[in-house]
Nanobody, 131 residues
Framework: QLQLVESGGGSVQTGGSLTLSCQASVPGYTAKGNCMGWFRQAPGKERESVASVYTYKMQRPTYSSFAKARFVISKNDAENMVYLQMSDLKPEDTATYYC?????????????????????WGQGAQVTVSS
């Protein structure tokens, strides 16, 4: 049973940076062909996608339009971690950020499909950006 644990949330001022981490519990998970992604949900709003990737050789990194120029998804196989590096943060980035995964998808293209069945989720990490 895969478990995902986020860390690294916090409060920053506009223009600041934060890096979120997502630890996968299954050994070797990030080195193999799985989808891992980041989503967020602000109070009173629907959950939205942020970034995702097929973890084998970091294929098909996909970003939502607001994330393309400011956020980067990366990984560290030795730590079995996926990261979301966020820069130039804005108050509208305030949300709870969730790590999610799809184990052994049929191919990398699945990871870019925000409507796919993301089956495993972390508990969330709060990011607050103040003006």
């Amino acid at each position: 049973q895969l478990q995902l644990v986020e860390s690294g949330g916090g409060s920053v001022q506009t223009g600041g940076s934060l890096t979120l981490s997502c630890q996968a519990s299954v050994p070797g998970y990030t080195a193999k062909g799985n989808c891992m992604g980041w989503f967020r949900q602000a109070p009173g709003k629907e959950r939205e996608s942020v970034a995702s990737v097929y973890t084998y050789k970091m294929q098909r990194p996909t970003y939502s339009s607001f994330a393309k120029a400011r956020f980067v998804i990366s990984k560290n196989d030795a730590e079995n971690m996926v990261y979301l590096q966020m820069s130039d943060l804005k108050p509208e980035d305030t949300a709870t950020y969730y790590c999610a995964a799809i184990t052994a998808p049929p191919g990398p293209w699945v990871c870019g499909d925000w409507d796919a069945q993301w089956t495993d989720w972390g508990q969330g990490a709060q990011v607050t950006v103040s003006s």
